[in-house]
């Protein structure tokens, strides 16, 4: 026990270097990963390799749209200025969407999402609402940037693009741009789904009171519900003693219009919806039942009845008071896939591809910058071991030197594949650059040590172990500092090559060059 307490850093080595073991090679060791599955990922470890090192495209375009800044709005009445200001423009209303001011004293903004509308016409249709005093730019909100990212991230998670990765980056001109990439895919493939905006809409079908003039029945198809009119879409579930089923929340400003829409389309009391197949319809035109019908981009995707209770609480004005409700399926698999058709691809706005880039690599280019990143990694530990043999000419201060860099890189693996970080050719320069700077610094602690002459005792060998950890700390501290603006550079392989530049610094600094500093007081003490 006391050996351990007195090399406990050498334990802490080797337990780091035991995790990382596991986090590389176990398959499913990172929390929802598998050592095979998912594009991008390596097939005997569990490391994540970008576009460079894999194969794929990437895609950076800005998000179609302008904003009307400092609009007086109600935040109850954001939902009324919303289908007004569409009116006015005569286009949808998931095109508009109006924000009511976050703090006291400040005012919202209104964002136009098609492009088919100019600043004249948005400005003539505000004025036209009473409002006054804005400033319309070119551009959207932070806030609808954020909900791309999140909504572009559900969207390539849920389809055969696993593994992409959705960011927020910006032009040196200040221009914001989402950027999207895709390990082992095409650039046709990723703008194809992306393209689609995957519009949610919710109508409800019903007989007409009158016959027409032949006598017969005709059938009314009337929107409740829009995208945007959806506060949450829950996961599906299946409740104890109850069919499986999707949990929705209607938008408070919505609610009390659908509520009043079902009444009116005779829902008060429930319906049935029997033998309708929303996958046999190409569109809601053909289907002649009493039914709720959910579309995803026009395709019907859903359509069921509506519950007794909750037909009442329309008819009794109660559904405003909690405006949520569920959707009711004969199997979980259907609850799944209504779940991925409400939620999957529900875009805010369209891309503007035209002012973006893209960017492709072929899997087997990608596979020869794997190749030869590997070799000029053997290449650099070969070089480094001869440089540091031939410095010292001691196999028992080179050889744990050689090992504990090594050492340093394996841990450092260990965690990009716990956090899932792909790597691309950025991070491995950063690789490289912690390999250099690592033995720097165990050749300065060596230098300290053995060069000033005989160590007799542990006191002496830990003054100046001291005084040499003061002169690599202080210079990790510089690399970090300086490293730290990139991390939030707006461009991914700077960002990239200092965050592996970062963490690789604080292990050597934190476990390794402590650790090399008790192998090497075993080897000199026994001298």
Known sequence: MSAIRENWRIALLVVLLFGSTVALFVPGAPPGTSASEGAGNASLTNLQYGIELSGGARIRAPVVGMTAEDIAVNPNETGQ????????????????????????GE????????????????????????????????????????EMVT??????????????????????GG????????PGRDATELRDILEERGVVRVYAVYRNDSANASGNQTWVRQQVLGQEEFADIGNAQ????????????????????????MVAAGFGNGATCSGVNASDYDSVEGIQSDCLVTTLNGNPVFAAGVDTDLGQS????????????????????????LELN???????????????????????????????????????VIAVSLVVYARYNRVEVAAPMVVTALSEVFILLGFVAIVQYPLNLSHLAGFIAV??????????????????????????????????????????????????????FPLADLSGFAIITIVGVLIGVLVTRPAYGDILRRFVLDE
């Open 81 to 104: 200025a919303q289908r007004e200001i569409a009116n006015e423009l005569g286009i949808d209303t998931i095109d508009v969407e109006v924000r009511a001011a976050e703090r006291a």
């Open 107 to 146: 005012n919202g903004t209104v964002e136009v999402f098609n492009r088919n509308v100019t600043e004249s016409e948005v400005r003539s249709a505000l004025e036209t609402e009473g409002y006054s005093g804005f400033t319309i730019r070119q551009g959207v909100t932070d806030a609808t940037r954020q």
């Open 151 to 172: 909504s572009i991230q559900d969207k390539i998670s849920t389809s055969a693009l696993s593994g992409g990765t959705v960011q927020q980056v910006s032009s040196p």
């Open 175 to 182: 221009r914001a741009f989402i950027s999207i990439t895709a």
């Open 238 to 261: 299946q409740p104890q003693s109850q069919p499986p089923q999707v949990p929705v929340q209607v938008e408070e400003n919505a609610a009390e219009r659908f509520q009043n829409d």
């Open 314 to 337: 329309f008819a009794e004005g109660t559904f405003v008071n909690d405006p949520s409700f569920v959707m009711t399926t004969t199997s979980m698999d259907q609850a799944r896939e």
């Open 342 to 380: 409400l939620k999957a691809g529900r875009l805010p706005a369209d891309l503007d591809f035209d002012a973006g880039g893209q960017s492709s690599l072929a899997p087997a280019l990608a596979d020869q910058f794997k190749t030869n990143a590997l070799i000029t990694g053997i290449l650099a």
């Open 435 to 488: 390999i250099g700077t690592g033995v720097d610094d165990l050749i300065i602690i060596a230098d300290e040590i053995l060069q000033q002459g005989q160590v007799e005792t542990g006191r002496v060998f830990q003054s100046r172990f001291r005084k040499a950890f003061w002169v690599i700390g202080a210079a990790a501290a510089t690399t970090v500092v300086a490293m730290l603006p990139m991390v939030a």
